[in-house]
């Protein structure tokens, strides 16, 4: 079966530095896999160059089999691959239902006319079952700046979904989120259908080893191991340089 995502001999240099080191990944179908790696380990830059926002200086990024390198991240986009971000993108002032509207605007390529669009049946209907999968049927109608933070994180994934993602990147869904909000992250990511293929780049490692069937390890740019979750607490390399020897097992 052909790999939702691959990068083969990815590399990334900024003059002298080698920020990601030929680095071959391979996201399966319908994956739940997670990337993981202590600070400075290249893991955003790694994912900036599979969504595109940085250019590779060698390698290739192929997406379903199609070799995506050279496309911008908006054609990248438009072909599945949909990341959301480490922190906060959302508009403050607008609802989820303004935001949710916008992107499923974008989506059925509208042209920005979301408030004429977002009276239309199929447009409404698709707003609330985005809403209520993600736990946000009851706060549509409220600015997004007076949302506690964990409902600005799942609209954030939400608003990715909506994009019909056939590639998820989800970068720290949990990065700030207060203890007692993390559970609904975890369930809202647990919940994303199988025909999704999903990385997650998280720090939190009782998310990652909660979430994820497979696990890659970043260190210094290129990628340290790979396996099941049980390896990877196991290996004693990734205990040393990130899990402090910690058993998440």
């Known amino acids: 079966m052909t790999a939702a995502l ?6 990334k240099r ?12 391979t996201l399966e179908q ?8 202590p600070n400075g380990a290249g893991k955003t830059t790694f994912v900036n160059l599979l969504t595109g926002v940085l250019p590779a200086s060698a390698g290739r990024v192929l997406l379903a089999g199609e070799d ?3 496309l911008s991240a908006e054609a990248r986009v438009r072909r599945g691959l949909v ?15 303004e935001t949710l509207a ?8 509208l042209g920005g006319r979301w408030s004429h669009a977002v009276g239309g049946d199929a447009v409404v209907a698709e707003i609330t079952a985005v809403a209520e999968r993600f736990g946000l049927a ?12 964990g409902k600005q994180r799942l609209l954030e994934i939400a608003v990715a979904f909506a994009c019909k993602p056939k590639v998820l990147l989800l970068d720290e869904p949990a990065a700030g989120v207060p203890e007692a909000e993390r559970r609904d992250i975890l369930d809202a990511i647990a919940a994303l259908p199988v025909e999704v293929s999903v990385l997650l780049i998280e720090h939190d490692m009782d998310l990652v080893f909660s979430f994820a069937r497979r696990i890659s390890v970043l260190v210094d740019g290129a990628l340290l191991v790979e396996g099941e979750p049980e390896v990877i ?8 340089v990130y899990l402090g020897g910690n058993d998440h097992g």
Do not use: K, M
Not at 141 to 146: A, G, L
């Open 14 to 25: 900024f003059g002298g530095l080698v920020a990601t080191r030929d680095v071959s990944f």
């Open 83 to 97: 990341r959301t971000f480490q922190i906060n993108q959302l508009f403050g002032d607008l609802t989820p239902l």
């Open 102 to 109: 916008l992107a499923i605007d974008e989506q059925l390529g």
């Open 138 to 149: 009851d706060v549509l109608d409220s600015r997004t700046d007076t949302l506690p933070y």
């Open 30 to 37: 319908g994956a739940r896999h997670a990337l993981i790696g």
């Open 68 to 70: 995506v390198t050279s």
């Open 233 to 240: 607490a196991a290996d004693p390399r990734v205990r040393a």
């Open 6 to 11: 691959e990068t083969r001999g990815l590399a």
